[in-house]
């Protein structure tokens, strides 16, 4: 095979962006629990959501993978913080050092989009978590809050969409190259 989307999502955000992805380049793209190996694709292409600083079904995936010479490794995440703020990108990098053997996270192209979230969705166990982490957020000082911080107590308990296809266009740029 010579390229396959693989994508974990959770609430739809970033399987929405996977199935887009996968209509703009004609590449099938499968769930993480549907995972081929991964030895013998070329071009791999992993969408996940961010949840709890990490990313969805990532260390599942890339267990035991080592690219070859040959492969490429495009990794996007999907959150609801902006990516274009350096803070939430180091966060990201971060969460992402915790998942990944540094040998592998230096070989991957990384990608970072903005996603959605409805509260009145939200399994009871997340809506408990964000409850606890909107009031801890609460109680901090303003000029301590981060710029996701202020977002999270501005949009908490409602309903928001950051989901732009438009932001695939880097990445379409990649893929092509």
Known sequence: MNALIIYASRYG????????LSEKTGIPAISYQ????LFDIKTIIYLGGLYAGGVLGLSKTLRNFSPQK?????????GLADPE?????????????KQL????????????LRGSIDYQKLTAGHRLLM???YQAIKRTPIEKQS??????????GKQVNFVDFNALDAILEEIRQ
Do not use: C, W
């Open 101 to 112: 053997p540094e040998q592998l996270l230096g070989k991957i192209k990384l990608f970072h």
């Open 147 to 156: 710029a996701e911080n202020r977002a999270m107590i501005e949009t908490y």
């Open 13 to 20: 955000s970033t399987r929405l962006y996977a199935e887009k």
């Open 131 to 133: 409850k606890l982490l």
């Open 70 to 78: 040959d492969q490429s490794v495009i990794l996007i995440t999907v």
């Open 85 to 97: 703020d350096a803070e939430n990108r180091n966060n990201i990098r971060t969460a992402l050092q």
């Open 34 to 37: 549907n995972a081929p190996a």
